[in-house]
């Protein structure tokens, strides 16, 4: 008797150690197969992933969000004031950085703008209260990297297209002394191209920070209220409370994170437009 | 970090997939939508540009027509105020008329009026002349018994008169 209940609590708690073993901040990111494990081009694998369904749902959630805004009425709605307001966000902020040129790329910035927004978005919702997990695939450098070698190759090719070879003067700022020429073009190279790696990292970070953040934080809650009520109060409901408002900066961070990158973008594509 | 962990088995996923969402975004939301609209606000900018000129042109128009009226109204004005002044004129001038004529008229009945009285007194004069020289030589007569001369009493009762 005595020995089955020993047992019973050894069960037990190898039981929570697994549970406690369950809360790995790095899990969310764990990207899996959900289908077309076995797709294939060119030798390469595309199977979809969770990621990629997340991908689906930021670009539906995006096309219904701004098809709901068309209705092109000359008094709007809330909805379409809404979207005009984005749309209005975007001209606004290629107008301040790139000037009259700019207006050309407002297709391309509001799609990052959005698409990033909208993932962020996406991943921050509580949706783990109905049982669907969020993934962020803003969080995977595999996803912000494309986004950042695209707006790179983009300032590229316009900076290029544009100005020719005259383009490399971009590296030499006004009024360099003629000494200091190739020291100043090797350091002005180095941090232009550096750009799509910081502009990838960026977003990356911040959002893999955040949800680790919230992820660590939520297994202090709940390995505290596993460990007892004393310890559920000294360590499970300050947890709780910071999260809550770590959730709130996260819904900032998502924004920002969104804002910078099309903000960083306007401005190098300034640089290929006008150099500087 | 499965970010990295997971790298060599998903990377070629990724990008797949990123690429394509993205695009998807980029065609149907980014050409396709907000072109439109941006249309739509542009247009209506246009719109709200053009009604505020309209109201600007309307609203200059509405000032010259009114400051048109306010000088026609003061011609108007000027010339009813001409009108009435002539009208004034011309009735005191036929007033002034009318009352010279009166005035003429009275004047005329006035003098012949004081000829017929001073011809009256005149006459009553005479007669009272008549009279009281008959009435002398009567009473002259009957108290002295005298048959005086016509002429003389006549010019005896003259100037007593004249002389009261």
């Known amino acids: ?276 | 970090m499965p970010q990295i962990a997971q790298l060599g088995e998903f990377y070629s996923s990724q990008i797949f997939w990123l690429l394509v969402f993205f695009g998807i975004t980029f065609f149907v939301v980014g050409r396709g939508m907000v072109p439109k609209v941006m249309e739509t606000v542009a247009s209506r900018d246009n719109q709200i540009a053009a009604d505020l000129k309209a109201a600007e042109a309307a609203r200059a128009q509405a000032d010259a027509e009114e400051a048109s009226w306010r000088t026609r109204e003061n011609a108007n004005r000027a010339e009813a105020q001409g009108l009435i002044a002539d009208a004034r004129s011309k009735a005191a001038a036929v007033t002034a008329e009318k009352l010279a004529g009166v005035q003429a008229r009275i004047d005329a009945e006035i003098a012949s009026a004081e000829v017929r009285i001073a011809e009256a007194r005149r006459s009553a004069a005479a007669e009272i002349e008549d009279v009281a020289a008959d009435a002398t030589r009567e009473i002259v007569s009957r108290v002295a018994g005298l048959s005086l001369d016509d002429t003389a009493v006549r010019g005896a009762v003259k100037e007593n008169l004249v002389h009261g």
């Open chain 1, 1 to 276: 008797m005595d020995r089955v209940g020993r047992l019973g609590s050894i069960g037990d708690r190898g039981n929570r150690v697994a549970a406690e073993a369950k809360v790995d901040p790095m899990h969310q990111f764990q990207l899996e197969k959900l289908a077309g494990a076995d797709w294939n081009i060119a030798g390469y694998n595309i199977a979809f992933t969770n990621s990629a369904l997340w991908m689906a749902v930021a670009t539906i959630a995006l096309i219904v969000f701004v098809a709901g805004g068309m209705k092109r009425q000359v008094v709007p709605g809330r909805w379409q004031m809404a979207v005009e307001t984005f749309t209005g966000f975007i001209d606004g902020m290629l107008a301040a950085n790139v000037g009259k040129n700019g207006k050309k790329y407002v297709p391309y910035i509001f799609s990052l703008f959005m698409f990033i927004l909208f993932a962020n978005f996406l991943g921050l919702m509580p949706l783990g209260v109905v049982g669907v997990h969020p993934f962020t695939f803003t969080s995977h450098f595999s996803a912000t990297g494309v986004l950042a070698v695209l707006s790179f190759s983009i300032v590229l090719i316009v900076g290029f297209a544009k100005h020719k070879l005259h383009f490399f003067s971009l590296f030499v700022p006004h009024g360099t002394p003629v000494p200091m020429i190739p020291i100043i073009f090797v350091v002005e190279l180095i941090s232009f191209l550096v750009r799509p790696f910081s502009l990838g990292l960026r977003l990356f970070v911040a959002m893999m920070a955040g949800h680790v953040l919230l992820e660590v934080l939520s297994s202090f809650v709940i390995s505290g209220g596993n460990a007892g009520p004393a310890l559920f109060l000294i360590a499970g409901l300050p947890s709780f409370l910071l999260m809550v408002g770590i959730c709130a900066l996260e819904l900032l961070v998502a924004g920002i994170q969104a804002y910078v990158f099309a903000l960083l973008t306007c401005v190098y594509l300034n640089d290929a437009e006008n150099l500087h």
